[in-house]
């Protein structure tokens, strides 16, 4: 199994760039999350995807941030423009019906860096 | 809600010794609880994790936990630390369907 695959794994950027991390989660998963690490705040859940569908977004910090999954194996997470407070690791994770003892599994992480 | 809490920020030490890493937890029931390890630069890397019978978890690289439900605690425990264990060490509870991360703790070996 290849894992969950994230893309780019490094990007800098300058500031009103847009911004487009990719994901490609475990085959057969249906949930698939986005959460942002940062020094300050940690790791946060942005926004989940169960089926394709967004579940929860509550914590996309604004509107420059949006989110989408066309199909079970690809998932986008878009910031524009971006902004230099936006720098952060990025993750993008996957699991079945999360809970019952499940994992989530996390890929590798898009380091962003917004000049 | 429910939250985990990592009281130790940084914890450094020696190769050999032994290993508590402290994680408390809020839940009303029993909680599915887990433990990652991120090495710098890296992704998220599933330790051990416990979501009912044994109290006690078995995990790779020779870590283990215990669910101790009268002090809400899913302490992370080594009893042999070796150098490529430094890294940062996050406890997770599930809550609806996502987990929910504590704040973490670096640890740090010296040799």
């Known amino acids: 199994d290849a894992g969950v695959i994230q893309s780019p794994r490094h990007e800098v950027t300058e500031m009103g760039q847009e911004v487009t991390l990719r994901c490609k989660p475990i085959s057969g998963h249906d949930y698939l999350f986005w959460y942002r690490q940062t020094m300050m705040r940690g790791l946060e859940l942005l926004i989940y995807f169960n089926n394709n569908v967004p579940i929860d977004d509550s914590g996309m910090p604004e509107d420059r941030f949006s989110a989408k999954m066309p199909n079970a194996s690809f998932s986008t997470l878009k910031i524009q423009p971006s902004e230099p407070r936006d720098s952060a690791v990025y993750f993008c994770?996957?699991?079945?019906?999360?809970?019952?003892?499940?994992?989530?599994?996390f890929g590798e992480g898009s380091w962003l860096t917004v000049v | 809600a429910q939250s985990v809490t990592q009281p130790d920020i940084h914890i450094t030490v020696s190769e050999g010794a032994s290993l508590e890493l402290r994680c408390n937890y809020s839940?009303?029931?029993?909680?599915?609880l887990f433990w990652y390890v991120q090495s710098p630069g890296q992704g998220l890397q599933l330790l051990l994790k416990y979501f009912s019978g044994d109290t006690l978890v078995q995990g790779i690289k020779g870590f283990e936990a215990e669910f101790k439900r009268s002090q809400s605690s899913f302490n992370l425990r080594k009893p042999s630390v070796h150098w490529s264990d430094a890294a940062e060490y996050f406890c997770?509870?599930?809550?609806?369907?996502?987990?929910?991360f504590g704040t973490g703790t670096r640890l740090q070996v010296f040799p």
């Open positions: 839940y009303g029931a029993t909680p599915y």
């Open positions: 997770a509870v599930y809550n609806t369907d996502k987990l929910i």
């Open positions: 994770a996957s699991s079945p019906p999360p809970g019952k003892g499940n994992t989530i599994y």
